[in-house]
């Protein structure tokens, strides 16, 4: 499989997460901020909250319900009470389309 449109760019608004549910399968939240856009998981490693309601900073994604940090590049936890990551995946912008590849994601390498 290769990446799919999943939207268009200008759909998308600064530091504000947005789900997109069902993308070949997978529920993603696309967030665009420090002049890229990121696909990751639609849910917290955690308690499997949904991330789309969750704050943008310092290209991290913070879950609400628990204050866990993602980064947006890796997926990683930078804190607790989350200890594992979250998918993140390959992002495309060809014009104005985002295209997402939902079936490779990116490995998580712990750093």
């Known amino acids: 499989m ?35 856009t990121f696909a990751i998981g639609a849910l917290c490693s955690h308690a499997e909250v949904p991330m789309v309601d969750g ?14 940090m993602f980064d947006l590049r890796t997926g990683a936890p930078l ?8 998918p993140v995946f390959p992002v495309t912008i060809d014009g104005d389309d985002v295209l997402v590849d939902v079936a490779h994601p990116i490995p998580y390498k712990e750093s």
């Open 2 to 36: 290769a990446a799919v449109k999943v939207t268009t760019v200008d759909q998308l608004a600064d530091d504000t997460p947005a789900e997109f549910d069902d993308v070949e399968g997978t529920d993603i939240v696309l967030v665009r901020t420090e002049g890229q």
């Open 79 to 86: 804190s607790l009470p989350a200890t594992e990551p979250i």
């Open 55 to 68: 704050e943008v900073e310092d290209c991290a994604l913070e879950c609400y319900m628990h204050g866990s």
